[in-house]
């Protein structure tokens, strides 16, 4: 049938200077066509390719390459699992025939390879500011235990949300003791802009480690990059940048609501009324004083 041809392609004297081209009529719906008949003619073809070392890269015309690789890998599996080796022990020796479907998974491959390809994955999302403040509705505390619900106001008018500072104690429970911890600050948080946003970052230990400061920062940036400002809870006392020094023993609530210099700087809200109303201070200083407490963020 077409084992002339096949021979024929197989046996050209061309090389890469005079490619074959036996079969210039030959479409990829005539191969998808072959019969059982044709596909073992097309591994005799191979098997003989190889038993005089003829590389069958040149017997082959190229658009049947494809079609060639998937055999001869079909050929390769087959002699390591089975007895394929008596087709090379000698010239009389019987070959066997193709497993079924192996032309179909040749087109198959051939189609794939044809197939356009997947989109490029998404572009990253785009670097955050070097610096930014959120605009927000400051409120000093009305009294000495009222910092929580007073910080997490000022939080909640960066987003545009501005209870009172009763309705957020009576949410937050807070008693003359002050609010409980950060969880209470965050769960309030959520609550009232409706999203499961804001989550509480711990800082165990009486300092914070460079990994908790680097930490800090990057949740500053993503906090406030995305129009979030963050509650710290803090203890202990620290100076700000403008050398003003703030001791809070029992612990105290600020609000970070910008950052500067990639975020190594925090800009602080601090309801308390002691000194400046906002100032800034290192992102490591701000750790530290968080220390032993934590931030929602």
């Keep these: 049938m077409r084992r002339a041809q096949f021979r024929a392609a197989a046996t050209c004297a ?31 073809l191979l098997v003989e390719n190889f038993r005089s070392h003829n590389p069958f890269r040149r017997a082959i015309p190229d658009r ?27 010239e009389g020796a019987a070959n066997p025939a193709p497993e079924p479907g ?6 198959s491959t051939e189609r794939q390879q044809a197939a ?3 989109p490029a994955e998404q572009a990253a999302a785009p670097k955050a500011p070097a610096e930014k403040s959120l605009e927000h509705d400051f409120q000093y505390q009305p009294n000495a235990y009222y910092c929580g619900p007073a910080s997490t106001r000022i939080a909640l008018s960066a987003q545009g949300h501005t209870p009172g500072q009763d309705n957020l104690a009576r949410q937050l429970g807070t008693t003359f003791a002050g609010t409980n911890s950060s969880q209470d600050i965050v769960r309030v948080l959520n609550k009232v802009i409706g999203e499961d946003v804001y989550r509480v970052r ?25 129009g979030r400002a963050v509650v710290a809870n803090i203890a202990g006392g620290a100076t700000d940048n403008a050398g003003f020094w703030r001791s809070f023993p029992g612990g105290h609530y600020v609000t970070i609501v910008g950052y500067s210099d990639e975020g190594r700087q925090v800009q602080v809200a601090d309801p308390s009324g002691v000194g400046p109303a906002t100032y800034w201070i ?10 032993s407490r934590g931030y929602s963020y």
């Design 14 to 44: 061309g090389s890469r200077r005079q490619p074959c081209s036996l079969f210039p009529s030959w479409s990829t719906s005539a191969v998808s066509d072959w019969d059982a008949d044709d596909s073992r003619q097309v591994m005799e």
């Design 64 to 90: 049947f390459r494809s079609v060639a690789v998937v055999s001869v890998a079909v050929l390769a599996v087959a002699a390591t699992t089975s007895g394929l080796s008596s087709a090379t022990q000698g």
């Design 102 to 107: 192996v032309v179909q998974m040749a087109l």
């Design 116 to 118: 356009p390809q997947a």
């Design 202 to 226: 711990e800082i165990p230990g009486g300092a914070a480690t460079p990994a908790q400061m680097d930490r800090l920062q990057a949740d500053v940036v993503d906090a406030v990059s995305n």
């Design 282 to 291: 290192s992102t490591i200083g701000m750790a530290n004083w968080i220390a």
